[in-house]
């Protein structure tokens, strides 16, 4: 033992830990997780600059009145890394993702813009892979790119490929849907499999390999929330699952509507291969990205039929429900378990991070 | 999903809370020494389910938590040299040293990449041979065998720009400062059984015998637990001290013998400071002379810094089990996940981050009891 450590020990009982420096002067990765870190940058440094009473929502979609229509506004960055990832790549994701925010508002998409960063250096012929996947998402969706921008940046300025998409579209003249809607007893659905995209992504950027290969579930959902519409049943409100999972968006509905949110841990559908790979990692499904999966919270009368609607779409085949809106009080979401006690379902800090033993 | 859904059968849960309840006749406290245990119990609710005789205390198993500040500043220092790529896993990154942590360092333009294992690190140090890559190595004896290997294959293929900072630490030291210092109240263990995977268990014997406390080597899943605490319950009970194995489906006696071998040839037991449990005799691994050329300390002439420790965090008291994080003042008020003030409150493995995520519902119930 040398003096340093004779002296520290001597101190032991001082109950010794560090203190953070957890000032955040710089922008980390955590600030792009979607989780508390994201929120903070929101509130502390982009509603400052730019509120108004449609930013101030911070719903998936912007709603404006023009004319007497009402018209959803949305935009979304996609900077996923590999470009490619089983089923699907950067191209169908900014494609479905900005159909996706428009359509959890109830929008029929109209059009969407692209604008495409480049790094200096970039393969032409995997930039052309890439619009060629755009080109089948947007036809699969039936929602044209009705106007672009490209810009090129200097070699490391950049990661090959950068693309933002904007989506506008229309809003039926009477549905009411909005986050600080859902009320006790309502229904939390979920429309399949939770935590798909983010597994595939992850697998292929880390080159993890499994025994079934994992898709992600990309797909356009406008068509699943129109056929949920036309059921004529109650929708409280919608949000799609991705950055933060549905654990996150959770969290966020029950803030907005300022209620408790309590999901069955036993019936929230995760796939083998999806589960496997959270165990061998660490992570937990429900914070684990979508980009095809919608959560849903409805009257619980008319859940039943919701579902009924849900299901006869193939984006919903396995659309379930999860669990309930319990009370309305201290917002929180908790988790009743498979041995019977419930635990809260928090918003995460930053990213999940895979774990050391 | 097979072997393991079957350790997390509710049904076999109850039968087991119910031969629990049958046993204990008075209260009894136990501590489950690895994180990951802390992290089932919370997750499943077993604290909730347990009889009220039992209290599980968390143990010092969570290796972020114990990993001194001294050593993360080594770290952070080191990854802010010029050709210096710094490799570590996840939970690390995000661990506060005196200054920042090192995501902050990364963000300020350091060289630092979250790898899943030492010998993905080696693998970037072949790709990149005009690099310096440093794998900063923590973890128990569970991860101890694959820093072994990585230096092993480094010295085998000659590699030039490989090292490890070695900040491995062994459990038994730990269960014997914990059970011998004067305020203990821990009457049993649950033994990491990871860690016994690799290690064995003629290591804990001395243990038992010298302090006549119970010792179950026990797994992870939720079924592992209960009956862990079972088997330490009626050992207790019956006023009996033994070493007992309870995850026998993952742990022999002479546990992973090419992995020990492995380990043997490659590092030597030192002193070391924990954080929170003082300086620890044989507590921590450090390379062989024979290695030292990939010890990234000696190859960098790294040298300890005291650190500023100051007197917010309790993290001492909880990874002693002697507090349990709700009963910290600055727990969930000052100290949270995104603004920690101490290790615990960071790993996944932690007990304060545990008990933030998952346990802050039973908190009222836990303080009743």
């Keep these: 033992m040398n003096t340093r450590d004779r002296a520290v020990s001597a101190n032991s009982d001082a109950l010794q830990c560090p203190l953070p420096s957890r000032k955040n002067d710089l922008i980390v990765l955590g600030h792009g997780s979607g989780g508390r870190l994201t929120a903070e940058l929101v509130r502390t440094v982009f509603l400052p600059a730019l509120s108004n009473p449609i ?31 089983p089923g699907g790549d950067i191209g169908s994701l900014a494609v ?42 947007s036809r699969a969706a039936e929602v044209p790119v009705i106007a672009a921008d490209t810009k090129v940046v200097e070699r490391g300025k950049a990661d090959g490929l950068f693309i933002t998409t904007s989506g506008i579209g229309v809003i039926p003249g009477n549905l009411e849907l909005g986050p600080e809607r859902a009320q006790a007893g309502d229904a ?25 290969t994992l898709v992600s579930d990309c797909a356009p959902l406008h068509g699943l929330v129109s056929a949920m519409i036309d059921s004529g049943s109650v929708i409280r409100c919608m949000r799609d699952a991705t950055r933060g999972g549905v654990a996150t968006i959770l969290n966020e ?33 429900l914070y684990v990205a979508c980009e095809g999966r919608l959560v849903a919270i409805v009257d619980e009368a008319h859940a039943d039929r919701i579902l009924a609607a849900m299901r006869r779409h193939p984006l919903g085949a396995d659309a379930c429900r999860i669990g309930r809106v319990t009370r309305r009080g201290e917002p929180r979401v908790a988790l009743r378990t498979a041995f019977g006690p419930t635990r809260l379902l928090d918003i995460l800090a930053g990213d999940q991070l895979p774990r050391i033993c | 999903m097979k072997f393991v859904d079957e350790f997390r059968d509710a049904v076999a849960a109850r039968a087991l809370l119910d031969r629990i309840r049958a046993t204990v006749t008075k209260p009894w406290t136990i501590m489950e020494v690895c994180g990951g245990q802390t992290h089932t119990i919370l997750r499943y609710g077993l604290d909730q389910l347990l009889p009220r005789e039992i209290t599980l205390v968390h143990g010092p198993g969570c290796p972020v938590c114990v990993t001194p500040i001294e050593m993360i500043d080594l770290a952070i220092d080191l990854s802010r040299r010029p050709g210096i790529t710094l490799c570590s896993f996840g939970d690390m990154l995000r661990v ?34 005009s690099r310096e890559v440093v794998f900063f190595a923590v973890g128990f004896e569970t991860t101890a065998p694959t820093t072994a290997m ?16 070695a900040a491995h630490v ?12 004067d305020n203990n109240r821990v009457q049993g263990f649950l033994a990491a059984g990871h860690v016994c995977a690799v290690m064995g268990l003629e290591e804990y014997r001395p243990l038992v015998e010298k302090f006549k406390v119970p010792i179950v080597v026990t797994g992870f899943e939720p079924l592992d637990l209960l009956q862990g605490v079972a088997m330490c319950a009626a050992q207790l009970e019956a006023g009996r001290a033994e070493l007992e194995n309870q995850y026998v489906r993952s742990v022999r006696t002479e546990g992973n013998l ?3 071998s492995l380990m043997a040839k490659i590092f030597t037991t030192v002193d070391r400071r924990w954080r929170g449990l003082d300086v620890l005799p044989k507590s921590a691994l450090a390379l062989t002379d024979r290695y030292a050329a990939y010890d990234a300390i000696r190859r960098f002439d790294l040298v300890h810094e005291a650190a500023i420790e100051p007197v917010e965090c309790r993290a001492g008291e909880v990874l002693r089990g002697r507090l349990k994080p709700p009963q910290c003042p600055a727990f969930g008020r000052v100290c949270t996940p995104e603004h920690p003030l101490g290790a615990p409150m960071v790993s996944a493995e932690g007990a304060c981050a545990a008990y933030f995520h998952a346990g802050r519902l039973s908190t009222a119930a836990m303080e009743a009891k």
């Excluded at chain 1, 929502?57 to 709603?63: I, N, P, Y």
């Excluded at chain 1, 499999?193 to 390999?209: K, N, Y």
């Excluded at chain 1, 803030?255 to 061998?280: L, M, Q």
């Excluded at chain 2, 990585?150 to 900072?165: G, T």
């Design chain 1, 55 to 85: 930013l101030d929502r911070l719903d998936d979609s912007a709603e404006m009145s023009v004319g007497g229509s009402r018209l959803a506004f949305t935009t979304d960055s996609f900077v996923v890394s590999p470009l490619r990832f």
């Design chain 2, 258 to 260: 090419s992995a020990r």
């Design chain 2, 170 to 181: 062994r459990v038994p030291p730990a269960i014997e400062a914990i059970v011998s210092s």
């Design chain 2, 96 to 129: 506060p040293g005196s200054s920042c942590d090192l995501f902050d360092a990364r963000a300020a333009g350091a060289d630092v990449r979250v790898v899943y294992s030492p010998l993905d690190a080696l693998e970037l140090a072949r790709r990149e041979p």
């Design chain 2, 150 to 165: 990585a230096v092993f294959h480094a010295s085998r293929l000659n590699l030039p720009n490989f090292s490890v900072i």
């Design chain 1, 96 to 137: 479905n993702g900005t159909i996706n925010d428009l359509a959890v508002a109830g929008a029929q998409p109209l059009g969407l813009s692209a604008a495409f960063i480049l790094e200096e250096g970039f393969p032409i012929a995997e930039l052309r892979q890439v619009m060629q996947s755009m080109r089948e998402a």
């Design chain 1, 188 to 212: 939390v659905l979920v429309s399949g499999p939770v935590g798909d995209h983010g597994i595939a992504v992850m697998s292929a950027r880390e080159g993890l390999e499994f025994e079934a």
């Design chain 1, 253 to 285: 509905l029950a803030k907005s509507s300022g209620v408790e949110i309590v999901i069955d841990e036993s019936v929230v559908p995760v796939r083998d291969a999806v589960r496997a790979a959270c165990e061998i990692l660490g992570l937990e499904p």
